[in-house]
């Protein structure tokens, strides 16, 4: 049965043709109509994963009705479809083979599969054609691009480490070419001094969370330019929040008694006084800002381990006064052990956190989230660590984790697998699990979804779009790294552009780095903006060797092109009554057509989300 609404959507545009894409369009539907369009991203509050796939999925292609192999491929699977098996949960069909090449596509790369890939996947009789596939992009330069940014994007990478951003972001590349370990990536960071982070690539996180002290040296007094104390504070949080998924900010200025009962349990019982034991990890850190010719140097610091401790007592500009007491040595936060004598207490630290079990656990649910699009635990970076346990639950609380054996196997295999991230990735991406199809045939119901009985969708991040845009066009972006000429946004160690480029980025949530990355939401300015700005209108256009153009100079049957567009467009061929609407538009007028049916496939819902 053929979607509502690509009809509505290619007869606004390709029955248009008399109107230029450059130009701004008028809206050519009723508000109720765009609202039926759009509905997926107009929802006036946050959605889950599951709610957002309810939306969207009914704008998606059926599942191919293959046969379906219940046979698990690996231990994910045992555990996934055992509960749903034990539980007679229904599970949505297994995702066809264009649907699959997409989604582990975007997922593993940030980019649109090319006509020529899908086709030649669709023909490959190959049986292990799809662990071929996940094996393939994980071995390619796109998933060191993608994945570097993500990791840019979580330590918030921006100005604050001045030209160590870019150094940073080249180290990042470098870890994740050659896979190598995160634990030793995290303990690189959690223990790096340097004479200055713009050649120590890792002392660049420590350098990005400094709190701004005074404006310029007091005395002589380099230390006053950056408050000290509150920098400790701010790398704890970030090392819990980050390697251990718990978040420490609440406790970071009170204890949790008396304001996080209804929140976290394990919180709850955690004292302020805990906080700056683990704080006091950091307190022999010294952090020197540079400064010379009269100003400071952007970015540029000096880290060692010079200082003589944690202050618990040390006045505080970002949060409530320091009480004194204990804490002033460090002691880890969900151990209470503490440094071995003669050793750098950070060097412990870092030992500490990525030898604990909550680290590999949360860095597998961590990436659990990002490519099944719902967290084993949610929020991903809040575990509430009294609520792992099945067994051993409080009173009138409910397990967090959706499947608390898997989350421990998932941590377990990452650990026994040297905690490198492409086996992680590829368990995940090679299970049925993964490869089920996004639509569910049946009646949906909302106690589904910690089965994970479909696939959930997610919005597309802006970088994955803009670089969706330009794969689909042929029309690259124009940035630079460095002094390197890129054509993709997910090629860069930060958000780059200004005008058109950094308004559309931004609209559809390009992260600023200034605050911690939020999930993506959403919002009426979104469709607007594809519809209308120059970022798509520009390169539909069949000039500038752009894919429209070289597809009407490459094939003189219109049915061609219209295959060719909606293949490297959506991923898929156009239905009969899709590919009727298209025929007649470029029978009407061949290049103004094209332009209009590529503009309109851009503007489709299932366009902008991975399924």
Not at 44 to 55: E, F, I, M
Not at 424 to 439: E, G, H, P, V
Not at 515 to 520: F, G, I, R, T, V
Not at 547 to 558: A, P, T
Request: glycine share 8%; charged share 25%.
């Amino acid at each position: 049965m053929v979607r509502l609404t690509i009809p509505l959507v290619c007869t606004a545009a390709l029955l248009a043709a008399d109107k230029a894409p450059q130009k701004p369009r008028e809206e050519n539907l009723s508000p109720e109509k765009f609202a039926e369009i759009h509905g997926s991203l107009l929802a006036p509050k946050p959605q889950t994963a599951a709610d957002l796939t309810n939306r969207v999925a009914r704008a998606l292609p059926a599942a191919d009705p293959g046969k379906f192999q219940f046979k698990p491929r690996n231990f994910v699977d045992t555990h996934i479809f055992g509960a749903m098996q034990r539980n007679r949960i229904p599970h949505a069909a297994l995702s066809g083979d264009a649907e699959f090449l997409r989604r582990v596509t975007l997922d593993l790369t940030g980019r649109i599969p090319s006509a020529q890939e899908l086709k030649e996947f669709a023909a490959d009789p190959d049986p292990a054609k799809r662990d071929k596939a996940v094996d393939r992009l994980l071995d390619s330069e796109a998933f060191v691009e993608k994945w570097a940014y993500f990791f840019m994007d979580t330590f918030r990478a921006n100005g604050k480490m001045g030209r160590g951003q870019n150094l940073f972001h080249y180290w990042m590349k470098e870890n994740l070419r050659v896979d190598r370990p995160y634990n030793e990536v995290a303990q690189d960071i959690i223990a790096s001094s340097a004479k200055s982070n713009h050649v120590v690539a890792a002392s660049s996180v420590i350098a990005r969370e400094h709190v701004q002290g005074k404006p310029q040296p007091d005395d002589g007094k380099d230390l006053d330019m950056v408050h000290q104390l509150d920098t400790h504070d701010e790398i704890g949080v970030l090392y819990a929040k980050v390697f251990l998924g718990i978040n420490t900010s609440c406790i970071s200025c009170h204890d949790g008694k008396g304001h996080l009962e209804k929140v976290n349990v394990w919180l709850s019982q955690r004292k302020r006084s805990e906080f700056f034991s683990m704080s006091s990890f950091m307190g022999r850190n010294r952090y020197l800002m540079y400064w010379e010719y009269g100003k400071p140097q952007s970015g540029e610091f000096l880290i060692d381990d010079g200082a003589t401790g944690y202050d618990t007592k040390g006045k505080s500009m970002i949060r409530v006064p320091r009480f004194g007491g204990p804490g002033a040595n460090p002691a880890f936060l969900l151990t209470g052990e503490k440094p071995r004598p003669g050793i750098e207490p950070r060097v412990e630290l870092g030992r500490m956190v990525t030898g604990h079990d909550q680290f590999a656990k949360a860095t597998a649910n961590m990436f659990w989230k990002q490519l099944m699009g719902q967290g084993i635990v949610e929020p991903f970076d809040e575990f509430d660590l009294a609520r792992q346990d099945p067994d051993n639950l409080p009173k009138g609380w409910e397990l967090q984790p959706s499947h608390p054996e898997l989350l421990r196997d998932l941590g377990a295999d990452f650990k026994k697998n040297g905690y490198r991230l492409k086996p992680l990735f590829a368990t995940i991406c090679k299970s049925n699990t993964y490869q089920l199809s996004a639509r569910f045939d049946g009646e949906w119901k909302d106690s589904y979804s910690k089965y994970f009985a479909r696939k959930f969708v997610r919005m597309l991040t802006a970088e994955e779009l803009h670089d969706a845009i330009t794969l689909a066009t042929g029309r690259p972006g124009s940035f630079k790294l460095g002094d390197l000429p890129m054509s993709m946004a997910m090629q860069l160690s930060g958000p780059s552009g200004g005008g058109d480029i950094k308004y559309f980025m931004q609209t559809f949530g390009q992260s600023n780095r200034n605050n911690p990355p939020k999930p993506l939401q959403g919002s009426p300015l979104q469709p607007l903006l594809l519809m209308q700005s120059p970022v798509v209108n520009d390169r539909v256009l069949a000039q500038k060797d752009s894919r429209v153009q070289r597809l009407l100079d490459s094939y003189k049957e219109d049915g061609k092109v219209v295959d060719e567009m909606f293949l490297g467009t959506l991923a898929r061929n156009p239905s009969g009554q899709e590919r009727q609407i298209a025929m007649n538009a470029l029978a009407h007028n061949r290049v103004d057509g094209a332009q209009n049916l590529q503009w309109a496939l851009i503007n489709l819902t299932e366009f902008f989300f991975n399924y």
